[in-house]
Each structure stands twice: as structure tokens, then as C-alpha cells.
T-cell receptor
Framework: DSGVTQTPKHLITATGQRVTLRCSPR?????VYWYQQSLDQGLQFLIQ???????AKGNILERFSAQQFPDLHSELNLSSLELGDSALYFC???????????FGPGTRLTVL | GQNIDQPTEMTATEGAIVQINCTYQ??????LFWYQQHAGEAPTFLSY????GLEEKGRFSSFLSRSKGYSYLLLKELQMKDSASYLC????????????FGTGTLLAVQP
């Protein structure tokens, strides 16, 4: 158990819909990273937040947005969903004490 | 640009040794990570190299040559449970600690 939590574990929805994925970092970690992993693809960095502020942006679509709240949990919002958005979405936090990135269990999104 | 290359698949025999290579060309570099990922599960941390040389941790060792843009992960005394994807990731330069991942190497351990 990495200490990073994500909900829900599975999400099935239809094209055109909007969903919200939630992540809580390890206790004491201030950074949250979001990654997308499509079938047979590597982990693609989407966006990073540090202590409530956006720190870095990757290949995140305009239909996707994220935020980090004062209690440090983060939400990734995916809208106008397409079939190609079906993927595993991982959240990670950076352990400043260990200089390592820890991953949550992921949310499997299926768009039908 | 950012480019991280690993072999797509490898096969090895239980009890043997296998070496998984990773080459990288990135605009920034602040260390290299190896993660293990079983299908449908989260990546789990294996090793981190920031200086050249070999880091040994039980059955797993990782090597880094920054001048050659090259790393490898060495797995000894292979077990069936080592069948998984192994992900090489470069830690970006700067303060973000962003990781840039290769596509991973799927290792199949056979009896």
C-alpha cells in the first residue's frame, strides 16, 4: 500500500458524459501528479499540482481539467468523453522525505 | 524532445538472470527510476539512480551511465511472480519532479 488513495476504482460511462476522479496523496506529501495509461501504452503525464497550485502541464486535453484543494486532495475532471478516453488513470504523490514518486491504485475508466 | 527506449517484450526462465535495458534522450535529467507494474495494477518503486554506477537491492540491481544516456535493470534468481512490465522513467530537471516514462518492457518468466 503506497498511501495514495484513488476513487472510484472502476467507472463505466457513455460518450459525451463528464466524470470526476479523486485522489488523496500520502500523508505529508504536497504534490499530486496525474497520468493516463491507455491499453498497451506507457504512462503519459497529464498535470501536476503542488500545494494547491498548478506546477506543470503535460499532454492534457482541453476537455480535461484538474484542481487541488486546501486539504491537498485532487480531482481530475474529464468532460465530453470519447471512446479513446478509456484508460487507466493514475494519481501519484512525491515523497519529499524519500525522493520517490508513489502511485495510487488507479481508476479504470471505460467509455461506451 | 523526450525519448526513452526499452525493448517491448522479453522472455526468461525461472531461476535465471535477465537484464532490461533503457536508453534515453531528454532535455532535462535529474535521475532515473525503475518501476514494476503488474497488469491492471499501480506501478511500484524498484530503484532510483542519480549518479553513475550500480545500485544493488536484493535480487534487483540498477545501473546508470549518464554520459551514454543508458540504464539497465538486472533481475537475478527469477521467480514466476517477476512476470510484469518494467518501466524506465527519467526524472525531469527543475523543481517539478515530473517523471517521463518509457513504454515499458513486458517480462514473461517461464518455468
Amino acid at each position: 500500500d503506497s498511501g495514495v488513495t484513488q476513487t472510484p476504482k472502476h467507472l463505466i460511462t457513455a460518450t459525451g458524459q463528464r466524470v470526476t476522479l479523486r485522489c488523496s496523496p500520502r500523508s505529508g506529501d504536497l504534490s499530486v501528479y496525474w497520468y493516463q495509461q491507455s491499453l498497451d501504452q506507457g504512462l503519459q503525464f497529464l498535470i501536476q499540482y503542488y500545494n494547491g497550485e498548478e506546477r506543470a502541464k503535460g499532454n492534457i486535453l482541453e476537455r480535461f481539467s484538474a484542481q487541488q484543494f486546501p486539504d491537498l486532495h485532487s480531482e481530475l475532471n474529464l468532460s465530453s468523453l470519447e471512446l479513446g478516453d478509456s484508460a487507466l488513470y493514475f494519481c501519484a504523490s512525491w515523497g519529499g522525505d524519500t525522493d520517490t514518486q508513489y502511485f495510487g491504485p488507479g481508476t479504470r475508466l471505460t467509455v461506451l | 524532445g523526450q525519448n526513452i527506449d526499452q525493448p517491448t517484450e522479453m522472455t526468461a526462465t525461472e531461476g535465471a538472470i535477465v537484464q532490461i535495458n533503457c536508453t534515453y534522450q531528454t532535455s532535462g535529467f535529474n535521475g532515473l527510476f525503475w518501476y514494476q507494474q503488474h497488469a491492471g495494477e499501480a506501478p511500484t518503486f524498484l530503484s532510483y539512480n542519480v549518479l553513475d554506477g550500480l545500485e544493488e537491492k536484493g535480487r534487483f540491481s540498477s545501473f546508470l551511465s549518464r554520459s551514454k544516456g543508458y540504464s539497465y535493470l538486472l533481475l537475478k534468481e527469477l521467480q514466476m511472480k517477476d512476470s510484469a512490465s518494467y518501466l524506465c522513467a527519467v526524472r525531469d530537471g527543475g523543481a517539478t519532479n515530473k517523471l517521463i516514462f518509457g513504454t515499458g518492457t513486458l517480462l514473461a518468466v517461464q518455468p
